[in-house]
């Protein structure tokens, strides 16, 4: 080992020991806090369904349950380099601030009573019980570490490590409920605060939070206030049912469309987090899951008569997101869509990713890039430009495409040319706006390209 290697390990052992100093005091004095806040409190109340009752306390999963506050502590050490670590850092330290947060405002109380435990385990609960009182409750803090370790962990390991891996993180998420330390409601919003830390701070890329700017489009400004506005209906409308715990699962989809309120509003197309093979991460699932699922829902239905994707040009399609089997029908796919997920990794197809937001506009650059990627695809094949619907955003990138390649010579040309093969694509005044500039600059730069 040279003498340039020591002093690197040194320094990640050294950010990686900073870390931990810092995140372990504040866990305990917050925790300790909320839970003696909460205890104070007369009017605690519980959340707990009626087939909790059945979950039976196996005593031995207190073994995984304390296991993560190892894990906790060793997984600085997985990176390589300080930024990656200091993001991983940020992501439990924002958990720990949501999840005390939470306990402040809305405490809630384990409403089981644990019996007399001896041996081992019982040692490892009167010792977990010494500072864990039953009020810190939704979200689990515990599952919201879980949630930030998991990933970090999983995509070093390979082959049977994996497994194993993943089977040890299930038994950690599962104590919780094994151990009675937790109402079923606990686990769930615990998951989603982790998954929200994952968002805000990418491993790679800029941090969202660093990136947030007020959106001056005034379309996005309009769409944003309406999800917004959706999202608070469906908080309200979930308080108010959810006596019995069961309207409570609309905090979800309430969650969900208030993140793509902010994704209008402040950060664009590219938190989604759509990645460059058109798949979403595991956090943005959860996180965006009734959003994407009532995306495809509206895909399917406005398109239900027209399934097919139309031939503009001579091996140029215009359409919708295609299926899974349908992407080894193209050489090359140039994808406009943010918030549906795409299945390239299943084709030798190749992928241009260039998300925008539904029901809005693409840029000078998206034109750019999706032209001339269009244009190396469809030497090797046949080509789709699509989006949700294939009616809006792919539409205006094949119309800037019918221009870039002179297919057509005019804008009103190439609308009309799309229009008569795909009469639903809709062309509005913003669109024509972007299509005159860019027809515009092609002019300007002289980069018409003569079709082969």
């Known amino acids: 080992m040279n003498h340039l290697t020591r002093i690197f390990i040194a320094a990640r052992w050294k950010r990686a020991i900073l870390w931990v100093a810092a995140l372990a005091p504040l866990f305990f004095i917050s925790y300790s806090f909320a839970n003696q806040v909460a205890s104070q409190r007369p009017d605690v109340a519980s959340l707990v369904f009626a087939w909790e009752h059945a979950i039976p306390l196996w005593p031995w999963t207190i073994i995984p349950y304390w296991s993560i506050d190892l894990l906790y502590g060793c997984s600085f050490l997985l990176f390589t380099d300080s930024r990656s670590m200091d993001r991983h850092g940020l992501r439990l330290l924002s958990v720990q601030i949501i999840c005390v947060t939470c306990f402040l405002l809305f405490p809630l109380h384990f409403s089981f009573e644990r019996p ?80 929200l830390a994952i968002w805000m701070w990418p491993i790679k890329g800029p941090s969202l939070i660093s990136s947030a700017a007020w959106t001056k489009n005034a379309r996005r400004r309009k769409l944003g206030l309406c999800y917004l506005g959706a999202a608070c209906l469906l908080a309200a409308l979930a308080g108010l049912v959810g006596g019995g715990g069961g309207g409570l699962w609309l ?52 398109t239900s008569k027209q399934t097919r994707p ?66 190396a695809y469809r030497h090797q094949g046949r080509v789709l430009v699509c989006c949700a619907l294939g009616y809006s955003r792919s539409a205006t990138i094949m119309a ?31 669109q024509l706006k972007l299509l005159q500039q860019w027809q515009n600059l092609l002019i300007e730069e002289q980069t018409c390209v003569i079709s082969t």
């Open 116 to 195: 007399q435990l001896s041996g081992l385990f019982g040692s490892l609960f009167d010792l977990l019980m010494g500072f864990d009182k039953p009020y810190n409750q939704a979200p689990s803090l515990h599952i919201a570490i879980l949630a930030v370790l998991w990933p970090a962990y999983a995509v070093r390991m390979q082959g049977v490590y994996r497994w194993l891996l993943h089977g040890w993180f299930f038994l950690i998420g599962f104590s919780v409920l094994a151990t009675w330390q937790h109402h079923f409601i606990d686990v769930p919003t615990g998951a989603l605060v982790g998954c």
């Open 310 to 375: 139309a031939e503009i040009c001579p091996g140029i399609d215009l359409g919708r997101m295609p299926s899974r089997h349908e992407f080894a029908n193209y050489a090359g796919i140039v994808d406009l869509c943010a918030e549906l997920p795409a299945a390239p990794v299943q084709s030798s197809s190749a992928y241009c990713l260039r998300p925008v937001l539904d029901l809005t506009t693409p840029s000078l650059d998206d034109c750019q890039a999706a032209c001339l990627a269009i244009d």
């Open 251 to 302: 905090f979800w989809p309430a969650l969900s469309l208030f993140l793509v309120a902010f994704n209008y509003l402040f950060l664009g197309a590219t938190a989604f987090q759509k990645q460059a093979n058109g798949s979403f991460p595991i956090n943005s699932w959860l996180l965006f899951g009734p959003y994407i699922l009532g995306a495809w829902i509206n895909s399917r239905c406005w």
């Open 400 to 430: 800037a495409w019918l221009l870039y390649s002179c297919q057509c010579d005019s804008l009103t040309a190439a609308t009309r040319l799309i229009q008569s093969h795909r009469p639903g694509a809709v062309f509005n005044s913003t």
